[in-house]
C-alpha cells in the first residue's frame, strides 16, 4: 500500500477555540457516568458467558462428586475447586487460607446419663426415658447438693414476680414448673395469660438460674396445664427406635463450661419429691391464684444427676475471598456475593434405580458459578471498586444454613463495615426471563439498585412482598444480623431435591444473565458512599 503523508489541522486559538474546548470538556465529564457504566456493562458480558457457567456447573454437578454432602469427600474437593479459582482470579484471602471450617456439631445423648435422690443411707436411682429426658440445651457435667423448690424459676421485675426472692440456691439442684404462672387462665394478664412470655422458655429458666448460683435445673410438667406427666425433654435420636441415628440435633460445637446440666422429670420424680402429683398441684394452683411465689427448699433429700452429651463434628468449610476496595476510607466496608455449594448428597441405599446421585445442577451450582462468575468479572475490571468485595461459597446450607451461620457467628469482616449481602441460590430454571427478589420488601434501597441495573439485563422481575425474610437460604444469617440481603432467585421446580437435578438442564444463558445483574448490583454497592436501610427486621420471606 502507498503510504500518504496527511496534513493534520491547526491547533485552534483564540476566544471561540476556548469556548470550543470548554464545551468538549463539559460533554466530556458528563458522559463519564454513562460511559463508566457502558464500560462496567460491557466487561461483565465478556467475562460472564453461559460458556464459564456451563463450565463450572458440568463439573460440580458430575455424578463424580457425588452430590456434594456436607463433609464427604466430593465437596472438599468442590472446595479445593473453588479456592483454586480464587486464587487463579487473582483474589486475596483472610488469614492465610481462602477456607473457614463450619464451627456446628451434631450431638446425641452419652452412654452415662443419671439422676439419683439420697435420702439417709438410702439411693433411689431414676431411669433414663421413663423419668427423665435431658435438654439440648443442657450443659454436659455433673452436679450434686441440696434440693429447692422454685416455683416457675423467673424473676420478671417488671411484673414484681420472682421465684428466687429470698432463696438460696447457690450450689443446689432447682426444681422448677414449666410454662409460666396464669399460663391456663385466659384472664389472667400479668404474664399475658394463654399467649407464653419468654419468661417460659426452658433456655431463660437455665439462664435465670445459673445467675442465682444453682448448679443444675430439673424442669417438671405441672397437671393445671399438662394431662401426661411423661418427660419429653428434647427428641433423641438415642432414645428413640423410629429416628435415624443420622438425625442428630445440630449446634455449636463446644458447650460453655457455665452451663448447668438441665433435664425434663416425670411422675416418678414428682411423687418422689413432693409426695404426690397432687401435692404439686396444689402448689401450682396457689401460685396461679396469687399469683405469688411458693418456693421452698426440699428437706431432708439430696440429688445428684449427670448429663451425658457427646458431639462430632458437621464438618465442612466456607471458601471465601476478597477484593479490597481503591478508597481510602470505603474500603473498610464491604459488600458480599455469596452461595451455597453444598448440596444432600447421594442415596446410600440405591433402589434398583440407574440414579441414585442427588446432583444439585440448580441447587447450588448454578448460583455457585454465578459467585465465581462474578468473582472473575471483578477481579478482571481495571477500575477497582471503592469498598472491598467479600465472595463466599457457603458449605452446610442444606444442613440449616451452617455455613452463613458459622460466618456471622465469626466473620473475616466486621458485622457493622458489611454494607449488603447478595445471594445467589437455584437460579439456573424456569421461565427464561423471570427472576424473584426475595427481600425486595425489606431492602428498597437495594432494591431500587437491582430495578436500575436490570435495565441492561431485561429480565421480568417477581419481587416478593412476603413479611417474612427469616429463612430459606443462607441470606437469612445476614439479615438477622441486620445487615441489608436481597436473594435472587428463580423458583422451585420438579426436580428440587431429586436425582434429577441434572446440569443438561441448567439454563446457562439465564444463569449468565442473572450473573451479570448480581455483578452490577454489587458493582454499584460497592462505588457508592451510602449505607443502605432495613425495613420490617423484626418482622420474619420465604
Given at each position: 500500500?502507498q503510504s500518504?503523508?496527511t496534513?493534520?489541522?491547526a ?9 470550543c ?17 457502558r ?19 458440568g ?6 462428586m ?5 463433609n464427604?469427600?466430593?465437596?472438599n474437593?468442590a ?30 445423648l452419652?452412654a ?19 423419668d ?6 443442657s450443659g ?14 423467673i424473676?420478671?421485675v417488671?411484673y414484681n414476680?420472682?421465684d428466687?426472692?429470698?432463696?438460696d440456691?447457690k ?18 394478664v ?10 417460659s422458655?426452658?433456655?431463660?429458666k ?8 444453682a448448679?443444675?435445673l ?12 411423661k ?22 460445637c ?5 452451663f448447668?446440666?438441665v ?9 418422689e419429691?413432693f409426695g404426690?402429683?397432687?401435692?404439686l ?9 396469687k ?7 426440699i428437706?431432708?433429700k439430696t ?15 466456607n ?5 479490597e476496595?481503591?478508597?481510602?476510607v470505603?474500603?473498610?466496608e ?15 441405599e ?6 441414585y ?6 441447587d447450588?451450582?448454578?448460583?455457585t ?5 462474578i ?8 477500575e477497582?471498586?471503592r469498598?472491598?468485595?467479600i465472595?463466599i461459597?457457603f458449605a ?11 460466618y ?63 429463612g ?5 444469617s ?7 440481603s436481597?436473594?435472587f ?7 428440587y ?17 442473572i ?5 452490577l448490583?454489587a458493582?454499584?454497592i ?10 420490617n ?6
Amino acid at each position: 500500500m502507498q503510504s500518504t503523508k496527511t496534513k493534520l489541522p491547526a491547533t485552534p486559538s483564540g476566544p471561540g477555540a476556548a469556548r470550543c474546548i470548554l464545551y468538549f470538556a463539559f460533554c466530556i465529564f458528563f458522559s463519564l457516568p454513562g460511559f463508566a457504566q457502558r464500560n462496567v456493562t460491557d466487561h461483565a458480558k465478556s467475562v460472564i458467558s453461559p460458556r464459564l457457567i456451563k463450565q463450572t456447573v458440568g463439573y460440580l454437578a458430575s455424578d463424580s462428586m457425588k452430590g456434594r454432602g456436607t463433609n464427604s469427600p466430593e465437596l472438599n474437593t468442590a472446595a479445593e475447586y473453588i479456592a483454586g479459582q480464587f486464587k487463579l482470579y487473582g483474589l486475596q484471602s483472610f488469614h492465610g487460607s481462602y477456607f473457614q471450617e463450619l464451627n456446628f456439631c451434631y450431638f446425641d445423648l452419652g452412654a452415662d446419663n443419671f439422676i439419683s435422690v439420697i435420702k439417709g443411707l438410702e439411693t433411689i436411682n431414676f431411669k433414663l426415658k421413663d423419668d427423665f429426658v435431658p435438654y439440648d440445651i443442657s450443659g454436659n457435667r455433673p452436679a450434686e447438693g441440696d434440693i429447692v423448690f422454685a416455683g416457675y424459676g423467673i424473676t420478671a421485675v417488671e411484673y414484681n414476680y420472682d421465684d428466687y426472692k429470698d432463696l438460696d440456691v447457690k450450689g443446689k439442684i432447682v426444681v422448677v414448673l414449666k410454662q409460666e404462672p396464669g399460663q391456663a387462665d385466659s384472664s389472667q394478664v400479668l404474664f399475658g395469660g394463654t399467649e407464653l412470655s419468654p419468661y417460659s422458655e426452658v433456655k431463660e429458666k437455665q439462664k435465670n438460674a445459673m445467675a442465682h448460683g444453682a448448679a443444675g435445673l430439673l424442669v417438671m410438667p405441672g397437671t393445671l396445664n399438662y394431662i401426661s406427666l411423661k418427660p419429653k425433654g428434647f427428641s433423641w435420636p438415642a432414645l428413640s427406635k423410629s429416628l435415624p441415628k443420622d438425625a442428630l440435633p445440630k449446634g455449636y460445637c463446644g458447650r460453655p463450661e457455665e452451663f448447668i446440666p438441665v433435664a425434663e422429670i416425670g411422675e416418678s420424680l414428682i411423687i418422689e419429691l413432693f409426695g404426690s402429683v397432687d401435692s404439686l398441684k396444689h402448689i401450682q394452683q396457689r401460685i396461679d391464684k396469687k399469683m405469688k411465689p411458693a418456693s421452698y427448699p426440699i428437706k431432708g433429700k439430696t440429688m445428684a444427676v449427670n448429663m451425658s452429651i457427646v458431639s462430632r463434628p458437621v464438618g465442612g468449610r466456607n471458601v471465601i475471598a476478597w477484593l479490597e476496595g481503591s478508597d481510602p476510607v470505603l474500603k473498610e466496608e464491604a459488600v458480599i456475593v455469596g452461595g451455597h455449594y453444598d448440596h444432600i448428597g447421594f442415596s446410600k441405599e440405591p433402589s434398583g434405580e440407574p440414579d441414585y446421585i442427588y446432583n444439585g445442577a440448580d441447587d447450588n451450582a448454578s448460583g455457585t458459578s454465578g459467585v465465581l462468575a462474578i468473582a472473575k468479572a471483578f477481579a478482571s475490571m481495571k477500575e477497582t471498586p471503592r469498598r472491598s468485595v467479600i465472595f463466599i461459597a457457603f458449605a452446610g446450607e442444606e444442613e440449616g444454613l451452617l455455613g452463613s451461620e458459622s460466618y456471622v457467628r465469626k466473620p473475616f469482616w466486621p458485622i457493622s463495615k458489611t454494607v449488603a449481602m447478595l445471594n445467589l441460590d437455584m437460579i439456573g430454571r424456569n421461565n427464561p426471563d423471570s427472576l424473584k427478589i426475595i427481600g425486595a420488601r425489606q431492602n428498597p434501597g437495594l432494591m431500587a439498585i437491582v430495578r436500575k441495573q436490570n435495565a441492561n439485563v431485561g429480565f421480568t422481575l417477581a419481587e416478593s412482598t412476603s413479611i417474612r425474610m427469616d429463612g430459606g437460604s443462607d441470606h437469612a444469617s445476614f439479615f438477622k444480623k441486620g445487615i441489608p440481603s436481597i436473594f435472587f432467585f428463580t423458583g422451585f421446580h420438579e426436580d428440587y431435591h431429586k436425582v434429577s437435578d441434572n446440569p443438561d438442564k441448567i439454563n446457562t444463558v439465564k444463569v449468565a444473565r442473572i450473573s451479570m445483574l448480581a455483578y452490577l448490583t454489587a458493582w454499584t454497592i460497592a462505588n457508592e458512599s451510602r449505607r443502605y436501610r432495613i425495613i420490617n427486621q423484626k418482622m420474619n420471606d420465604e
